[in-house]
């Protein structure tokens, strides 16, 4: 596409982005639910020409920033205090999620479990954008916040590792080729945790080099623009890095992300470098965001999306039967969560309070990342057509029904607003989040706008 075509589309998505940012603002709708209905409409209507959401341009220019602004604007003593729920939802929840989605689309819609496990993969990092900023106008707890978003960022490195692990098995199996630990006699699931381990923990093992480094280099630097120009390498650097060298880029960017954030900002930057970064970042993702979510609801046109070979019929029952697997999997998890003991909730062990499992269950939200896995598979892969229809209605069904249900929910729980008046005391003060001003998020980057 020509360059001038380019930077066409780039000026009118955004005046089309500040546009409906202004209306979403005084219908007290989240902006980025505002841009999915405003894109669907505009896409029904062929009022923009037939555009296609590149994967490329989601995997390795949205993402990357959207990831490290996440893990760089995430407290680490306030993460530390609820390590325990995030851990158990972006951890071992995680991959019972997974595996209870991969049998029930298995055994009750009759995918090979290759393709089961892979769409339960695509379908299980959650996008917490819409809710936190309903967070942040309704002001509610802030430990709430820090678990939906601690989880999203971890579950997205651990779905993403998984994600390519499980198509990687899937081209081999179809490809008839056997891999080295296949052909070494080892079982498919010792494979498939083999891959995890090297991806997964080299991309730990990168993003702490990598990070360490950096922050080396912040101590000897003491020039904004130089410093803004570190954290850019860092977001897009390790990222490529990581992709060239096989590990996950996801995990590489947030553990990089997490270190620079509350190790070298305090070691390496002063206060006006630190103000400078917060701003920057949180332009940046608040651009990305309205872009992508308005080329997500151009994308997610039902007319679009490629049919069935049963029809019409049979894409509507596919798509229900996605949406109920994942919210009766979402539902397992949290019930889990509750029941499992030991969990800490402002520095106290205790149950969840049930507002705070109903928000939890009901904030699993499926955005940019699920709708870019599914179309970055092959276009040989046999079950893609049935993948991409089932990625493309849950996002589409989280977004809109989920999305904009939660104001009402959030109103309807007034225990959310007046459980932060009743934290534990005894909690230090340093494991507050800062304040406003010293981390600005990118909602608040939109009310500046």
């Not at 955004?14 to 505009?42: H, M, N």
């Not at 229900?320 to 520095?347: Q, W």
């Amino acid at each position: 596409m020509p360059i001038p075509l380019v930077e066409s589309y780039l000026i009118l998505f955004l005046l089309i982005a500040l546009a409906t940012i202004l209306v979403t603002r005084r219908v007290a709708v989240p902006y980025t639910l505002g841009l999915v209905i405003v894109g669907l409409l505009l896409s029904a209507l062929h009022l923009l020409p037939p555009l296609q959401l590149d994967p490329e341009l989601v995997l390795f220019v949205f993402l990357p920033a959207l990831l490290f602004e996440g893990a760089w604007s995430l407290n680490w003593q306030l993460l530390k205090s609820e390590w325990r729920s995030i851990f158990f939802l972006a951890g071992p929840g995680l991959l019972l999620s997974l595996c209870l989605i991969a049998a029930l689309l298995h055994w009750l819609e009759g995918l090979d479990w290759g393709a089961a496990f892979l769409l339960a993969a695509i379908l299980s990092p959650t996008d917490p954008v819409a809710v936190l900023s309903l967070f942040r106008q309704l002001q509610l707890d802030e430990r709430l916040s820090v678990i939906i978003e601690g989880e999203s960022l971890f579950n997205d490195g651990m779905a993403g590792a998984l994600y390519q692990v499980f198509l990687a098995v899937t081209l081999l199996a179809s490809s008839g080729k056997p891999s080295l630990p296949a052909a070494a006699g080892l079982p498919l699931p010792l494979m498939d945790l083999l891959l995890f381990l090297l991806e997964g923990g080299g991309a730990i093992i990168l993003g702490l080099v990598g990070g360490w480094l950096l922050c080396q280099l912040l101590r000897h630097i003491d020039d904004a623009l130089s410093e803004i120009s570190l954290t850019i390498l860092a977001a897009y650097g390790l990222y490529l890095l990581a992709d060239r060298l096989h590990l996950s880029a996801i995990i590489t960017v947030i553990v990089a992300g997490l270190l620079l954030g509350n190790y070298g900002r305090r070691i390496g930057m002063s206060v006006a470098t630190r103000t400078a970064v917060d701003t920057f970042w949180s332009v940046v993702a608040f651009i990305a965001n309205a872009l992508l979510f308005l080329l997500i609801g151009v994308q997610l046109n039902p007319l679009a999306l490629p049919p069935l070979p049963g029809g019409t019929l049979a894409s509507l029952l596919s798509a229900a039967f996605a949406i109920g697997v994942v919210l009766l999997a979402r539902l397992l998890l949290v019930l889990l969560l509750a029941a499992r003991s030991g969990l800490t909730i402002a520095g106290r062990k205790g149950m969840l309070p049930f507002a705070w499992q109903l928000v939890i269950f009901w904030g699993g939200l499926r955005g940019a990342l699920s709708l870019a896995l599914a179309l970055a598979l092959p276009l040989t892969l046999p079950q893609r057509p049935l993948i991409l229809a089932s990625t493309g209605a849950v996002v589409l069904f989280t977004l809109l029904v989920q999305g904009l249900s939660m104001r009402w929910l959030l109103l309807g729980l007034p225990s959310l607003r007046d459980h932060q008046a009743h934290t534990d005391p005894d909690v230090d003060a340093e494991q507050r989040p800062p304040a406003a001003p010293d981390r600005p998020g990118t909602e608040q980057a939109a009310e500046d706008l």
